[in-house]
């Protein structure tokens, strides 16, 4: 079982910077994809980034240049530095890692962590 742990989230003005982490524990084996997703009040949950095992990411349209996704493998952590934010940027953020051992593999969530960035 593997459990993840969110921090850094709060109130931002626009045009300020947050930086989110996400720490892994547990059972772990095999971290593969990391990432961060997004889920504002009334609308599906959406990705935000993500980066895999081979340090290769991929953005969401709505957040290329301003965000940027990095992991630290020693420390089973993954960041989201976020600048330029913007009101619709408002979210819970959540992370996700993809975790595998040998015989199985499995997708796990934090607990979500509030972005709240006012105009």
């Known amino acids: 079982q593997v459990q993840l742990v969110e921090s850094g989230g709060g109130l931002v003005q626009a045009g300020g910077s947050l930086r989110l982490s996400c720490a892994a524990s547990?059972?772990?084996?095999?971290?593969?994809?990391m990432g961060w997703y997004r889920q504002a009040p009334g609308k599906q949950r959406e990705l935000v980034a993500v980066?895999?095992?081979?340090?290769?990411?991929n953005y969401a349209d709505s957040v290329k240049g301003r965000f940027t996704i990095s992991r630290d493998g020693a420390k089973n952590t993954v960041y989201l530095q976020m600048n330029s934010l913007k009101p619709e940027d408002t979210a819970v953020y959540y992370c996700?890692?993809?975790?595998?051992?040998?015989?199985?593999?499995?997708?796990?969530w934090g607990q979500g962590t509030q972005v709240t960035v006012s105009s």
């Open positions: 996700n890692a993809v975790h595998s051992t040998w015989s199985a593999s499995g997708s796990y």
């Open positions: 547990g059972s772990i084996f095999r971290l593969n994809v």
């Open positions: 980066i895999n095992s081979g340090a290769s990411t």
